[in-house]
């Protein structure tokens, strides 16, 4: 058995952020429905043959329904009267409109749990504005750090970050409604807005002073935004070391020979080395340069330095520790490909996961039935 096994998921959401979501409750047992328009889910075309539908869709089931027209919101309401729990991730005004509030489906399916993952939160003055990653990673202020410490212009981290991390909590709401269901019967609309979500990361790290009154400094961490904070040229490659305790230090600077180097007030304390990060980081960076990449980290490991080697992706696929740990699997599609994707997180001593399933083929245009899996 798995630790969601039974629990009914009627997805509507699409692209990204909801999809995430509902694959981390499919890896770990739900049966996923998810509610396609007639011409598929968009993501099916983005990517190289679909790479990123296939990964964020694995373990689902699928359904063709037009939401527009009378007969699929029939159809729709059929499903979600034996669902647990409904995932969208529509603004809130569309979402009415097509009957997908909690107050609509609550005297259909009174256990019903809807879960719904958007741009802005409702009662601002952003509430009715589209939302992509791109601009919630330019609006929670991420794309202007990323400039900032790397002395150029903004720019976006080139992941998905915003909708995976949303969606991450958008699935830690559910498991949360969930609960709270189990305990007092009463299921809920939770509502999980990306602005807010991503925006919180963001201030946890670099409001700094100030997040305090009076102010404490101005923001940003400064150990994060050093120009040397960075993976470092080794004599053939590329290697990342984080020096942090002052222990780490003292073994690094033993491990090149130079323990005096300690002595520089510049270096001698963690507060020293925080007040001057960039020299302190520069200091690694014109060791590090003299020796080659495997050396360093048969060093730096010995030592026990924390270091690890910076993976392109064909790298991250050969990793042999990830095929050690199962973490790579293979899974055969309906049109005869192969899927490489990754094994659900985590490890579970009483309820694991199963393999991953394929992800749907292209969505039938008729009624899904719960009863077949």
């Not at 889910?41 to 694995?58: E, P, S, Y």
């Not at 949360?176 to 299921?187: D, K, P, V």
């Not at 020293?272 to 060093?299: C, F, P, S």
């Not at 050690?324 to 001593?349: M, N, Y």
Request: charge should be negative.
């Amino acid at each position: 058995m798995t630790a969601l096994a039974g629990l009914r998921v009627l997805d509507a959401s699409t692209v990204v952020m909801g999809p995430y979501a509902t694959r981390l409750l499919a890896d770990l047992g739900a049966d996923v429905l998810k509610v396609e328009p007639p011409e598929g889910d968009v993501m099916r075309r983005a990517g190289q043959g679909g790479a990123i539908f296939a990964h964020l869709n694995r373990s689902k089931r699928s359904v063709a329904l037009d939401l527009k027209s009378e007969a699929g919101r029939a159809a729709f309401r059929d499903l979600a009267a034996g669902a647990d729990v409904l995932v969208h991730n529509m603004r809130p005004e569309a979402a009415a409109r097509l009957g997908l509030r909690q107050a609509d489906l609550a005297d259909l399916n009174p256990r019903l749990i809807t879960a719904c993952a958007y741009g802005y939160g409702e009662g601002g003055p952003y509430a009715a504005r589209p939302a992509y990653d791109d601009l919630i990673q330019a609006a929670s202020g991420l794309a202007d750090t990323i400039g900032r410490a790397g002395g150029d212009m903004p720019r976006y981290v080139p992941l998905t970050l915003a909708d995976r991390v949303v969606g991450a909590h958008l699935a830690f709401a559910i498991m949360a409604a969930l609960a709270c269901r189990e305990r007092t019967g009463i299921a809920q609309e939770v509502a999980v807005p990306m602005f807010e979500t991503f925006a919180d990361l963001v201030a946890g790290d670099h409001l700094g002073g100030l997040s305090f009154d009076p102010p404490e400094g101005g923001p940003y961490y400064g150990r994060l935004m050093s120009p040397q904070r960075r993976p470092y040229r080794t004599r053939d490659g590329w290697i990342a070391v984080l020096l942090y305790t002052d222990a780490h230090w003292q073994r690094f600077f033993a491990l090149i020979g130079e323990p005096e180097a300690l002595q520089d007030p510049r270096l001698a304390t963690h507060a020293a080395r925080q007040a001057g990060i960039d020299h302190a980081y520069g200091k690694v960076a014109e060791a590090l340069a003299g020796r080659g990449t495997a050396e360093w980290m048969d060093l730096l490991s010995r030592a026990d330095i924390p270091a690890a080697p910076v993976h392109d992706v064909i790298g991250l696929r050969q990793d042999p520790h990830l095929a050690a740990t199962g973490f790579w699997r293979d899974v055969a599609l309906p049109d005869g490909r192969i899927l490489h994707t990754t094994a659900p997180f985590g490890r579970w001593s009483e309820t694991p996961p199963e393999a991953p399933g394929a992800p749907p083929p292209w969505p039938a245009p008729a009624e899904a039935d719960w009863e077949t899996r």
